[in-house]
């Protein structure tokens, strides 16, 4: 028997002896009497403190499964060193890693105290909740579309209300920054509309941007993440009111903001309420998502 | 007591329960589908009289809808409909809904695609043909314009710009070509019987990012009458990405300090533990 080392090892009978830790030693005779009778208790058997772990079981039973050749080398598994540190090393990298990933779990979707429209203090939650009838084309009927088109609405937008997320705001206008993106509203507390882009009522998409908080507290859009498909919008211009009903709300990362489908033509009257949300980065001082309301006139 | 490797087992199946957990905490709330697209109807057969139009869901999604007395060049605005399979089945004006339809035709709204239900070709031999519609956002500064032919007086005409950028050549009686990109801006079109005839101009303007269908029509007086019709639109600039809408006050401080701190005692923690079991479980 010779150990990787080349010297020679004395081996205990039946391979029972004591048995150093990270090495395996196993005579001719104690592998054929495993292989025998005893390889299924060997995972089980609390005398055999020797079994470091699951590797080594494997390797040691691979070799079993082999004929037991003459002469068995049987190679120390681990370099006694090593095995000290790895594995505490492993078990406190991966402590430390459930600990962090669970820490920013628990941290990052912090709840705010305002619970808004899913609260449950609130007794015209529910009214506002509840869908309307009109939001069903089936009884609301279809007008006729060949009918004479809507009188045509005139002037800039004023004012935007959504009851559903109790947003009631006035409206600025805004432009294209430098860079090509919408510059958002210089006031936390109103909203702004694309003054560049469509009108609200008008075909096409309409764009009214809000910010979700300012440095201190929430803003105007905080509570834009509330609303669903069906929830009434309304925006004022010129004197009218311009009704939209919500089709869809999508988070988009900031990376891959889908640019056509938000701003690109469409066959009728839309809107779109965009805000912030996701996760802050707080190097770049800025959200990492963005927040898409869609809805259509009517 | 536990041997060595069921402890490590057992840290292990730890390990992966608490990563699903954090994946399922993080992830982001998914949005609603709309499930929603768009039908418009239209008239183009120069020799049939008017019609009254019946649209009808194949699974109860809209009540059925009559259009009554459309004639000849008539094109609706767009319908918004929940996805689904609808008929559309055309009458004779004032015939009654009993009777047996002059053409029918079976329409499959998929979200968020548009369709153009045309009664088209000559009254003897009538059909209704359903064209796709492609509304999607053209090249940057391009706006996109197809021709609907449905001119009997001119079977086969060539449609151009007045400064000579074509549009389509050679566009047969009741066919439709695809959309071609072209520079916005104002423009005349001509339109004109391939192989010479007289020519019709239309003034208009076209918007950057907008989509037509340019239909060709009879007009009382034996001549063309070419009609712009917005299939999509929008206005302004494209603004490029998203919006900066957001300073943070109702996010926490930053987490990665604490994440980083609480990740170092955890793992120092560990380790300890890790060492002292095994000090204690070896015999030296």
Known sequence: MTA????????????????????????????????????????TNPEHPSVPNDATMDTMTD???????????????????????????????????????????????????????????????????????STDPSAAGIANPFGTPAPELRGAPTRLTVPAAGIDTPLESLHLDKGGALEPPADFAKAGWYADGTVPGDLGPAVIAGHVDNKRGPAVFYRLRELEAGDHIEVVRGGATVQFTVTKTAWYPKTAFPTAQVYGPTPDSQLRLITCGGVFDHRLRSYKDNLVVYAVAG | MFSKAQQVRRLAGATAVAALVGLALSATPASAAAGEGYVRLAHLSPDTPAVDVYLMSDDNKVKEQTFPGVAYGAMSNYLRLPAGSYSVAMRKAGAAASTKPVLTTQVTV????????????????????????????????????????????????????????????????????????????????????????????????????????????????????????????????????????????????SSLPMALLLAGLAAALAGSVMIALRRRSQPE
């Not at chain 2, 101009?201 to 037509?212: D, F, K, M």
Request: proline share 7%; hydrophobic share 35%.
């Open chain 2, 110 to 253: 998929e979200t968020g695609a548009a369709y153009t239900v045309a009664g088209v070709g000559r009254y003897a031999d009538l059909g209704l043909r359903v064209l796709k519609d492609d509304l999607r956002l053209p090249n940057a500064n391009e706006a996109k314009v197809r021709v609907i032919q449905a001119s009997v007086k001119a079977p086969v005409l060539d449609v151009s710009g007045k400064s000579g950028a074509t549009i389509a050549d050679g566009v047969a009686f009741a066919t439709t070509t695809a959309y071609k990109q072209v520079n916005p801006g104002k423009w005349t079109v001509k339109v004109q019987p391939s192989g010479g005839g007289v020519v019709s101009e239309l003034p208009c303007t076209l918007g950057a990012g907008n989509v037509y269908s340019l239909l060709v029509l009879d007009d009382k007086n034996g001549g063309l009458k070419p009609e712009l019709h917005i299939d999509a639109a929008r206005q302004g600039a494209m603004p490029e990405g998203g919006v900066a809408t957001g300073a943070g006050g109702t996010q926490p401080g």
């Open chain 1, 4 to 43: 990787s080392d080349g010297s020679r090892v004395p081996l205990p009978e039946g391979g029972r002896g004591p048995v150093r830790r990270g090495t395996i030693y196993l005579s001719k005779h104690a592998i054929r009497s495993l292989t025998r009778s005893e390889t299924a208790k060997i995972n």
């Open chain 1, 63 to 133: 070799q079993l499964k082999l004929p037991a050749p003459a002469e068995v080398k049987a190679k120390p598994q681990r370099v006694r060193g090593k095995g000290r540190v790895f594995l505490p090393v492993l078990v406190a990298t991966v402590t430390g890693l459930i600990v962090a990933t669970g820490y920013l779990a628990i941290r990052v979707p912090h709840a705010p105290s305002d619970l808004g429209r899913w609260g449950t203090d609130g007794s015209d939650v529910e009214a506002t909740a509840t869908p309307q009838g």
